[in-house]
């Protein structure tokens, strides 16, 4: 009896430790070396193009997040268009570079059509907003650029609204 109970309070002890590790672990790994989240988390962004084609609207709305392994999501309100899909790295202290691919309906019909979007984003000090200048680029099949539209993307880090 008293050997299962010291095995049972060994295994524990590692379990715990082990929990303890991974805690400081995961915290570190979502922290800046300024202690802050940098980019990672959801987001609320506004973009607005620049010259839009005739019967593109000249906003967007998108919820996006970048996740503490370099995945971001994108999700646009813009009809007939998936949620982009894609990466970030952060450049410097303030400043990350990430690359998204999505796709829309093809005008002439069949496969929808890939595009991607490309941007340098600029994180206030504050860490709670940023401005970026995208790219939003229709690709070919071999992933040639057919054209591009630039947009104006405004962001602000999603607040946790209470119900009280």
């Known amino acids: 009896m008293k050997t299962y109970t010291m ?3 060994f295994i524990a002890a590692i379990v715990v430790g082990g ?3 991974s805690t400081v ?3 570190t790994a979502k922290a800046d070396d300024n202690g802050s989240k940098g980019l990672t988390g959801s987001w609320d962004a506004v973009a607005t193009f620049v010259s839009p084609p005739p019967g593109f609207p000249p906003t967007a709305l998108l919820t996006e997040t970048y996740f503490v392994d370099g ?3 994108l999700t646009p309100n813009l009809p007939n268009v998936t949620p982009a899909q894609g990466s970030y790295v952060r450049v410097d202290r303030n400043t990350y570079a990430y690359t998204a691919n999505f796709f829309s309906v093809n005008p002439a019909g069949g496969l929808l059509t890939k595009s991607r979007i490309v941007a340098t984003l600029n994180l206030a000090n504050d860490g709670n907003s940023y401005v970026t200048d995208a790219k939003l680029q229709a690709l070919d099949s071999n992933n040639n650029v057919l054209s591009t539209l630039s947009a104006v993307v405004r962001g602000k880090r999603l607040n946790i609204v209470t119900t009280h």
């Open 25 to 27: 672990w995961l915290t």
């Open 71 to 73: 995945n971001v999501l």
């Open 7 to 9: 095995k049972t309070s």
């Open 19 to 21: 929990l303890g590790l």
